[in-house]
């Protein structure tokens, strides 16, 4: 069977696009008093200024919900407001209506998914009254179970958050944890600046605690830690190995090899979708066609096979004709590996999009592949 490197890049191309689009909504909520940096935070761990460019619009008084076309998620945040005693209960109230009619429509996309309570750790003491607060929303919560996360902002000193964190932690508060941020560099004078930290932290907590079906989405969103994505990237893979490996598992004939390609797309696309960079098809085209390993449009598979296998250790050559079970999960396995590479370069800015298409970055690209095929185990 030929195998047409042009319909492989469109098909790629169109199920990135659907991985994109069909990702689940994230809803959460961002309380807590005016100043606190909750819209610096917002800013900071998503790939989007939602916060400053996100359309608003009031749901109560005090809370406004944000989002943005074609952006997978919503925003709801207590914005600028000196919370009285008094007002800080009614934004309990408020937010607790908010969870209890997300949890009432059983619309994954509609549910509160998480809520970040943000205090201020510059203050150094977190007031009484704001304990309580989050006691009884904590409290007020026990059905709907959403995760509470208390967000200490703005820890310039670590050692005083440490401590902030210990007294908060010692009140037994329904909440799951107790994460202290800095979410942008604080410059204290001109010879020293904090270092931001802790939001990848966030969310990996974030992450732990959130249903399965929204973490495509957390991590597409998220800029903030590429472990995260790297690691869920790496489901992908496994899935896709899984299920490459089962098709082989009565052995394929080489010329069939093309019936790993859809398994193959599907992990691409997925990765894609959890690193959320743009991936253009001129992208897509030097991948494929570097990693195919020729420039023609029309690739034969055998040819195509047989140049890989010879860098897999114990794969043997075609001569049988056939390919096993595990050789074709090792070729997926490092044909994903080699992409989250990919994805990683671009997604720290090591290397650009337009250096992919270049001489040099296919040999890179080309040279990972095939370390990638020697690493994998085939027995
Ligand atoms: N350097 C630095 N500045 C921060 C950080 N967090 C907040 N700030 C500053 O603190 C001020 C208030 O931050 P915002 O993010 O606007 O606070 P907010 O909670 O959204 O405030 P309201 O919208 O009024 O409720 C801004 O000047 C921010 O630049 C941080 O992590 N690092
Ligand atoms: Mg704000």
Redesign the pocket.
């Known amino acids: 069977m030929a195998i047409d490197a042009n319909k492989i890049v469109q098909d790629c191309f169109d199920a990135v696009r659907d991985c994109i689009t069909n990702l689940n909504t994230l809803n959460i909520i961002v309380a807590?008093?005016?100043?606190?940096?909750?819209?610096?935070?917002i800013n900071?761990v998503f790939r989007e200024e939602l916060?400053e460019t996100g359309i608003g619009r009031p749901v109560t008084r005090n809370i406004r919900r944000i989002s943005k076309p074609d952006f997978p998620l919503v925003v709801y945040?207590?914005?600028?407001?000196e919370l009285s005693e008094k007002v800080q209960r009614e934004v309990k109230d408020q937010v607790m209506k908010i969870i209890r009619d997300g949890f009432a429509c059983k619309d994954i996309n509609k549910t509160i998914h998480c809520v970040w309570y943000?205090v201020n750790a510059a203050s150094n003491r977190i007031e009484p009254e704001e304990i309580e607060g989050l006691r009884e929303l904590g409290n007020e919560n026990e059905m709907t179970q959403v995760p509470i996360i208390v967000v200490l902002?703005?820890c310039i000193s670590k050692k005083r958050c440490q401590d902030l964190r210990k007294v908060i932690e010692e009140e037994s508060l329904n909440i799951i944890q107790v994460v202290p941020?800095?979410?942008?560099?604080?410059?204290i004078d001109d010879e020293y600046v904090a270092k931001?930290f802790g939001l990848d932290v966030l969310i990996r907590v974030m992450g732990d605690a959130l249903p399965d079906e929204l973490v495509d989405t957390l991590q597409n969103l998220q800029i903030v830690s590429l472990e995260e994505k790297i690691n869920r990237a790496q489901a992908a893979v496994v899935t896709a190995v899984t299920a490459a490996t089962a098709t082989g598992a009565s052995p394929i004939p080489v010329s069939d090899c093309a019936v790993l390609i859809p398994i193959q797309i599907t992990m691409i696309a997925g990765i894609a979708a959890v690193f959320g960079v743009e991936l253009s098809k001129s992208l897509i085209t030097s991948i494929v066609t570097t990693l195919l390993g020729a420039g023609g449009a029309t690739l034969l598979g055998k040819t195509v096979v047989s140049n890989l296998l010879k860098f897999i250790p114990g794969a043997g050559s075609v001569v049988g004709g056939v390919i096993s079970g595990a050789t074709a999960g090792a070729l997926t396995a490092a044909l994903g590996e080699t992409f989250i590479w990919v994805m990683s370069q671009i997604f720290k800015g090591e290397m650009s999009e337009k250096d992919f298409s270049t001489k040099e970055g296919r040999e890179q690209m080309s040279s990972k592949f095939k370390e990638q095929l020697s690493l994998v185990r085939t027995k």
């Open positions: 807590g008093k005016t100043g606190v940096g909750k819209s610096t935070l900071s916060a945040d207590t914005k600028g407001f943000c902002t703005q941020v800095l979410a942008k560099d604080y410059e931001s």
